[in-house]
């Protein structure tokens, strides 16, 4: 490790941030790969950080810092920040000639605009030209920090006109390109008849220099960024491109690494070859899942229904044979419907992966070569209506475009690593179509070549889960530290009798009751102390709690009435709503918040002090053994030869410690949990320090009153 690992650390260091510095500094000397897991309240960012950005500025290394949402990445510049201040950073000084000058910077963004895949472009995102830097007078303070958002964020435009909400990155950058295609046009005195972009054209005025330069000296989150671009008038997303050059440490929400089509952008972007940087992933429990989804593709009937309104307003079409547009499209939903009928049971079903082809022959009476004709066709009229409505300055988005192209992908997947799915629709008679990637390594893999990743979440068991998953190589590094709280500050147990197994449930007609009498008895005892009910389902939540009236969140019928205050989440509550119970409840004294685990309630919000000290857990939270989990778990046992472990007891597992860790967010806070299943005893190894409990509440009692 090197000397003064810890020059650029903000706080006194604790024995356990010593540990995971020198882990990280281990990875990034030996360009490998550290996979961490630890609780919170262990400074796991900052741990990561500091070594991080010391050996960065050493060897010339980007920093992409990837986080779930756009809200974890306040917490890194804030970081970086501190780290800055503690530095002593000066003013910002420029070495030679501005960055890009006004042609430069014309012909960068008229290569972007047409989308020039020359060599020499290539060739230009492994170079990083030094004729201008940002130097900090400020020790190893130097260099500046970026937070990267999406269009959807960062672009005025989305915001002010509705047609762009909902806006995927790729429609949303196609906008773009044409509006500032149109505003150069005009600049340049050629003709010009389309939508243009104010902000882009305030932007190129002085190159965003002055509001450039106050973001190099301010490093400003994205929020802050934006709205001093905004009173300026410019466009904050070309400012943070336009920075991000210099910028020793980006963060950035996944999909900027993960998504290929957006990773090419970014490295061109940050002129900067893949092998030079260094990558570190946030809550990193949720990279496989995001993965899978983005690589998941589908379709339903609001897509079919979408595309025949477009047929109403753009024309219908002979697309071959004698076959319309409308036709065709009437053709695809009935195929739908035929698949929903054969396989759908329950949740899902497993189809052929050929059955949506010989359907479509089927009805249409065409073979195999000619549907996928028709199917082509409908993608050239899809291109057509995209590119009218581009040039109309609006979202470039085509229906009848999604479902040739739909069809098209599917064709040529390879069904080894997807498993085609008609899944049960929310609202809709008919189930949609789903080819579900089961391996997230397909756009994870692409960490192996990077310089170092890091990879940082409180809930990570079983690690080699984890790394197998994404597809990090063997050798990487697997770390788990201990909780950073004293191990009497939290009591884990869980009950003898009560389970949810689905055949006991259905078995003992008594097992609702007696759950429900359980969480009586406890609510009974600590009355003023803040407790969390998570059930596996708003189904079993109904059951349990059981009575209309809680469709209100109000109160408890009166077999469980027990005079406290209830907060209950409604299946379908919108983020606002969800929002406003939570901050009650946390200033309730005695309240009881009652959700989902695996939800928001239990994963995504943080309950510092008093705000929540007793969680239940009602059951064990398997994943549903429906068509999709049994597939994941053979193609698991096929590939690494442990479907069960991986995907069943590791997501069980951690939605439980996700839960759980709600309840301890500092060293001095203490927590009491209790899992309502017998089955817990099966992941002792999981949760360290369960033991099975005959009388909870006098355990819970005993425990606050310092006497367990
Ligand atoms: S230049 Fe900026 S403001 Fe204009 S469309 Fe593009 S992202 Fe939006």
Known sequence: MADDLTSLFPYAVRPIQEKMMASVWDALTSGGHVVIEAGTGSGKTISALAPTLEYAFADRKRILYLTRTNSQQRQV????????????????????????????????????????????REEQTCTRDNTFETLWDGGMAEGICVGLQGRSNMCPITSEDPEFIGGTPEELSQMC???????????????????????????LLDDGLEVRRWAESATPTAEELIDHSLSMGICPYEVTKAIIRDAVLITAPYIYFISPFIRRRLLEWMECSIDEVIVIIDEAHNLSGFARELSSLSIGSRTIRAALSEVERHGDHEIGGGMLISGFLGRFQTAMDRLTEEYLIDDDGLVPPSSLSEELMFLTGANSNRVDDLCTRLTHHGTAIQDRKKAEGK???????????????????????????????????????????????????????VHASIHLSGTLAPLEEYRDSIGLPENAVLISMSPPFPPENRMLVHSKELTTNYEQLMRDPEMIGMFRREIVDILRVERGRNLAIFFPSFDLLRRVLGSPELEDGTSLPPSLECGREMFIERR?????????????????????????????????VDYPGKELEIVI???????????????????????????????????????????????IRSGDERGFGIILDKRALHFR?????????????MALSRFFQGNH
Not at 85 to 101: I, M, Y
Not at 575 to 601: T, Y
Not at 685 to 697: A, K, Q
């Open 77 to 120: 510049i804030e970081e970086f920040r501190r780290i800055r201040d503690l530095q002593g950073v000066g003013e910002v000084r420029e070495k030679g000639e501005p960055p890009l000058e006004t042609n430069d910077q014309l012909g960068r963004i008229l290569g972007e605009i047409n989308e020039v895949e020359t060599p020499e």
């Open 572 to 604: 379908g509550s919108s983020q606002s709503e969800v929002m406003d119970l939570v901050e009650r409840f946390k200033v309730s004294h005695g309240g009881v918040l009652a959700s989902v685990i695996g939800g928001r309630l239990s994963e995504g």
């Open 617 to 663: 857990i009602v059951g064990i939270p398997y994943p549903k053994p429906n068509a999709r989990q049994r597939a994941l778990l053979a193609y698991y046992d096929i590939r690494f030869g442990k479907g069960w472990e991986y995907t069943v007891i590791a997501p069980a597992a951690r939605r439980m410690l996700q839960a759980l860790g709600r309840m």
């Open 177 to 203: 390109s044409e509006r500032k295609k149109n505003t150069m046009n005009r600049m340049a005195g050629r003709p010009n008849d389309g939508k243009e972009c104010r902000y882009f054209s305030a932007f």
């Open 685 to 697: 190894e999981e949760l360290m320090g369960i033991s099975e409990e005959r009388d909870i509440p």
């Open 395 to 449: 979202l470039p988005r085509s229906y009848i475009h999604a479902v040739g192209a739909f069809y098209l992908t599917w064709r040529d997947l390879e069904f080894e690593r997807y498993t085609p799915l008609i899944v049960k629709g929310r609202k809709e008679d008919s189930g949609y179509l789903e080819a579900f990637s089961m391996d997230p390594s397909t756009l994870t893999g692409v960490l192996r070549e």
